[in-house]
C-alpha cells in the first residue's frame, strides 16, 4: 500500500475515514465539511480541485449583485470563495481544517495529539505558495484571436451568450467569464450597472451555481451521497446545503458548488465536484442532460441561465468548444513553461537550474497532451502542425539544459533556444499582442 493511503494500515482511523475504492478509482477524498459529528452519515464525496490561478478567483461576490444566493440563505458569506462548497474558511486558515481532516493519526482529532498545528510560519508560506502558482491575470475573449480553426469556432461558440432566462444560447461566458472562475451576471437589477445580459455584469467575483451534478449518471451508479455545498443546512433530499430565496420562487432547498477556471481544465480531468464527467466534451454535453434541466438547476424550467448543447460528447459544437479550451490551456502551459525558463536562466545553483527545466519540460509535455485531445488529435491544421513541432523542439532543449552531463555554456545555449522555440509554438496558437501581459514573456 502506498504511504498516501493512510487507511489502509492505520487502524484507528476507521471505516469512515476513508473510502478507498472511490479515492483510489475516481480520486474522491472523504470530506467532513459540514462537521465531525457522524463520521459514517455526515460526509461527502469530492474531488480535490485546482490551486492553479486561485489568486484570479476567491474573490466573494459584493451584497446587492445576487450573483449567487448566499447573501439570502441561512449559511453566512464566507470573505474568501474556497474549496467546492465555496464556504471555507478565508486562505491562510484553509490548511488548518485541511490538517484537522486529512492528518490525524485518529478520529478523536485531538490538537498536539492527533495532529500538530500548523505554525504561524508554515499558515504565511502555504497562503504564499498558493497564490503564487498558475496565471495572476484573466484572458479577454473578446479579443484573443486563435490560429486554430477549430478552437476559434470553440471561442465563438463559448462567447455566445442571452439575457437572464433566454433560450437558444450556449451561455458558457456567463459562468465562466472570460474562462476564468468569476462570473459575468447578476440577478439583481438595482445592481450599478446592471444589464440582463449573463456576461454584461463582470466584477471579478467568484460564485456558486447549482447544476444538479448530484444527480449525474456516473454519481448515481457509484452511490455517491448527495452533497449540498454551499452551507450546512440539513436539506429534504439529503446532504447539507443552504435554504436560497430563488428570485421568481421563494425560499427553497439549493445545492451549489463553486464556479472552477476553464484555462487550466485540460490538465485537470475529471470534471466536477464529484468526478462524474470524466472528458471535457463529457462535462460539455452535461449541460444538456435530464439532470441540469431539472427543476433544481440553474438550467431547469424556471432556471435564469439555460444552455442550448447537445448531449452528444461527440457532437461537433461539444468537440469545438473543447478543442477551445484544451488551446487555452496548452497557452497557460506555454506560460508557465516560459516563466520557468527564465527562471532556470537565471540560477546562480546549477541543480536548481536543472529543477527549472525539468519543471518547464513538464509543462510542454502539457501543452503537447492538450493539442493532441479530442478533435485536436485529428484536425489537418497548419498552425497546430507549427506548434507541435516547436514544442517538440523546446521538449528536447530543456532535456539538454536538464542533463547534468551537458557543459554549462552549452545548456546556457539550450535555454535560450528552448524559449524561442516555446514562443514560436506559442504565436503558431494565437497572436500574442491578444494575451495577457503575463502570457507575452
Known sequence: SHPLFVADTTTELGAAFERNNLLRSF?????????????????????????LGTIVTNRAPAPGFFVDFTGSGQAPNPPERLGWGNDAPPLRDFALGAVLQHFTKSILRRPGVDFRVPSDRELDDLAAYQMSIGRDQDLDLTKLELRV??????????????????????????????GGGTVGFAFNPDAPGFTPRLDGNPRGFNAVSGINTNEAPLALALGIPRDGGFGVTPLPGGGFGNIGNVPGFGPAPVEEFAIPSLVEAGDTAPYFHNHSALTLEDSIAFYDSAPFRAINSVGGPIGPIPVSISSNPSDP???????????????????????????????RVPADAREMARLAMGEI???????????????????????????????????????????????????????????RAREALADPETLPRSYRR
Open 27 to 51: 480520486a474522491l477524498v472523504t470530506v467532513n465539511a459540514d462537521g465531525f459529528e457522524n463520521l459514517s452519515l455526515k460526509f461527502t464525496l469530492r474531488s480535490v480541485p485546482s490551486l
Open 365 to 423: 509535455r502539457d501543452a503537447q497532451a492538450n493539442l493532441r485531445g479530442g478533435v485536436l488529435g485529428r484536425a489537418r491544421d497548419g498552425s497546430l502542425f507549427e506548434a507541435r513541432a516547436h514544442l517538440e523542439a523546446a521538449r528536447s532543449l530543456l532535456a539538454q539544459a536538464a542533463d547534468e552531463q551537458v557543459p554549462g555554456a552549452a545548456a546556457q545555449a539550450a535555454w535560450g533556444e528552448a524559449a524561442n522555440a516555446a514562443r
Open 149 to 178: 480553426q477549430v478552437a476559434n469556432r470553440g471561442r465563438r461558440l463559448f462567447l455566445d451568450t442571452g439575457n437572464i432566462g433566454e433560450p437558444g444560447h450556449k451561455n458558457c461566458n456567463a459562468c465562466h467569464f472570460n
Open 317 to 347: 459544437e461539444v468537440r469545438a468548444i473543447a478543442a477551445f479550451l484544451r488551446t487555452l490551456t496548452a497557452l497557460d502551459n506555454l506560460r508557465s513553461a516560459l516563466s520557468l525558463i527564465e527562471r532556470g536562466r537565471l540560477a
